[in-house]
């Protein structure tokens, strides 16, 4: 029993930062209507940037997420005007292929450089011991930091000038842009600060487990499935949806083997569309 514990618990401090996460995806596709495929390619990118601040650079790899946050917004802000652009407004597929020429870059580039061969950070954390079992201190310390940054997420959204402008341009472009709201401007902002938090996301995991450059495929997989359960576009429905996700992996993981992880959640990813297509945590479900 204590071990079915011990897994839950474990599942929930993963799935905060699943919700992490996809948080960055959804808020891109809640504020511009674009479906994210980079969105995995900068989450590696994310764990390759702690790696390398912690080990080349010699810094404490908590100490370094706000420089992989800020690497990532101004990445995040490249990419915006560079291929996301000037497809905004247009057929979604369109969006689509140039996310994903973008992510195929990154893994191109990456491979060229890292290879695929595993890398790891190395994080001495004490655990907390119940009974038999211990949770990982580094777990405690990362689920954490992803739910003080979904909270700062909130509070930028509802009380900055700059998050009301967001949330203004997300709801209506054209009356947003009639008060004065440089509409263009702010949509570079929001798929900055969208990637920014999948970079971060991805530097959290690499202080979890071993990555390589193609790590962030099945992390943008479990994305697509807590926005799905969150709700398009809602991020505190993303963060609720992964704490979901995480609850499901900790519950099964004791019972089926791990390989039938995937097959369960993707299950759910199915009866979720269908049975709530505005997903389980949002106001409004379509019929």
Same mark, same amino acid.
Do not use: C
């Given at each position: ?19 992490? $996460? ?39 790899? %908590? ?6 946050? +800020? ?63 211990? +949770? ?6 990362? $689920? ?7 909270? $700062? ?5 509802? %009380? ?58 099945? %992390? ?43 097959? +369960? ?23």
């Amino acid at each position: 029993m204590i071990g079915i514990l011990v897994s839950v618990i474990n599942g929930l401090l993963l799935g905060s930062i699943y919700g992490l $996460a996809a948080i960055g995806l959804t808020l891109i596709f809640g504020v511009m209507k674009v479906i994210n495929l980079a969105h995995g390619a900068m989450i590696a990118l994310g764990m390759f940037a702690l790696y390398f601040l912690a080990t080349s650079g010699g810094m404490n790899p %908590y100490l370094a997420l706000p420089l992989v946050a +800020i690497g990532g917004f101004v990445g995040g802000v490249a990419v915006y005007w560079i291929g996301v652009h000037r497809v905004i407004g247009r057929a979604e597929l369109m969006s689509l292929l140039a996310t994903f020429a973008v992510s195929m870059i990154i893994i191109g580039l990456g491979t060229a450089l890292w290879s695929t061969s595993p890398y790891n950070v190395q994080i001495n954390i004490p655990g907390v011991a119940i009974g038999n079992y211990t +949770i990982p201190g580094n777990h405690l310390v990362a $689920a954490v930091i992803a739910i003080l940054i979904a909270a $700062a997420l909130y509070l930028f959204l509802f %009380y900055t000038r700059l998050g009301k402008a967001i949330r203004a341009v997300a709801s209506n472009r054209q009356a947003a842009e009639l008060m004065g709201i440089p509409s263009t401007r702010v949509l570079a902002i929001a798929f900055g600060i969208g990637i920014g938090i999948a970079a971060v996301a991805g530097a959290l995991i690499a202080t979890l487990f071993p990555f390589t450059i193609l790590s962030g495929g099945g %992390y943008e997989l479990k994305s697509f499935v807590v926005t799905v359960l969150g709700g398009l576009g809602n991020p505190a429905g993303a963060l609720l949806g992964g704490l979901l996700l995480g609850f499901i992996e900790g519950v099964v993981s004791p019972f089926v083997d791990v390989s039938w992880t995937p097959v +369960i959640e993707f299950s759910l990813f199915v009866v979720i569309l269908i049975a709530f297509p505005m997903g389980l945590f949002r106001v409004g479900r379509g019929k």
